[in-house]
C-alpha cells in the first residue's frame, strides 16, 4: 500500500506533503506521464520545471502527485530506478515531501533555489555541477538517475 498523501498550499505554490507517517526506504509514489523529448520539454516554457528526465533526451511531463514533488536541498526523498520516488529517511505526518532537483537533471536547466535549507546552494543545476562529494553522497545513496551515472562515471 502506497502512503497517503496531500496536496496543500506551500510557499512555492503547491506541495506534496506526507498524510502519514512514512517509513525510511518507503516507496512514496511512482512518476508518471507523458514521453516527452528535450525540445518538447523547452517548447512547454514555463511547464518545463513539470518535467523529470528519465534519459538523455527522455523526459516525463509529470502527472498525479508526483507531479507537485518541490526541491530540497537537503531532500528527504530521492529517485531510484528512474521513476520510484522513496523516502531517504522517516517523514512526519504533515511534513512536505521533497526531493534534490539536481539528481535528476542533466541538460542546461537551472532554477533559482529557495528552499530555505541552511545548506541550500541558492541554485539548482545540473547533476555533473553539483560539488563531487554531494555527487557521491547521492551515487552511494542510489538516488542518481542512471542515464547521469553511467556519464559521469564514463
Ligand atoms: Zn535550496
Known amino acids: 500500500m502506497p502512503p497517503a498523501l496531500s496536496i496543500l498550499e506551500c510557499d512555492v505554490g503547491?506541495?506534496?506533503?506526507?498524510?502519514?507517517?512514512?517509513?525510511?526506504?518507503?516507496?512514496?509514489?511512482?512518476?508518471?506521464?507523458?514521453?516527452l523529448t528535450l525540445n518538447e520539454v523547452r517548447a512547454n516554457g514555463a511547464g518545463a520545471a513539470n518535467a523529470l528526465q528519465i534519459g538523455v533526451d527522455r523526459y516525463l511531463d509529470l502527472d498525479g502527485p508526483g507531479r507537485f514533488a518541490n526541491h530540497s536541498c537537503t531532500p528527504n526523498a530521492g529517485v531510484v530506478d528512474n521513476t520510484r520516488l522513496v523516502a531517504l529517511r522517516a517523514i512526519a505526518a504533515g511534513e512536505e515531501i521533497r526531493f534534490d532537483y539536481s539528481t535528476?537533471?542533466?541538460?542546461?536547466?537551472?532554477?533559482?533555489?529557495?528552499?530555505?535549507?541552511?545548506d541550500c546552494r541558492g541554485l539548482v543545476v545540473a547533476f555533473q555541477l553539483l560539488p563531487p562529494l554531494l555527487q557521491r553522497r547521492y551515487a552511494v545513496l542510489g538516488v542518481v538517475q542512471r542515464f547521469m551515472l553511467e556519464e559521469v562515471e564514463a
Not at 14 to 35: H, K, Q, S, Y
Not at 104 to 118: E, F, L, V
Open 104 to 118: 535528476t537533471i542533466s541538460d542546461g536547466w537551472t532554477m533559482a533555489c529557495r528552499c530555505g535549507s541552511p
Open 14 to 35: 503547491r506541495g506534496l506533503f506526507a498524510a502519514e507517517v512514512i517509513a525510511a526506504g518507503c516507496e512514496i509514489l511512482r512518476f508518471t506521464g507523458p514521453l
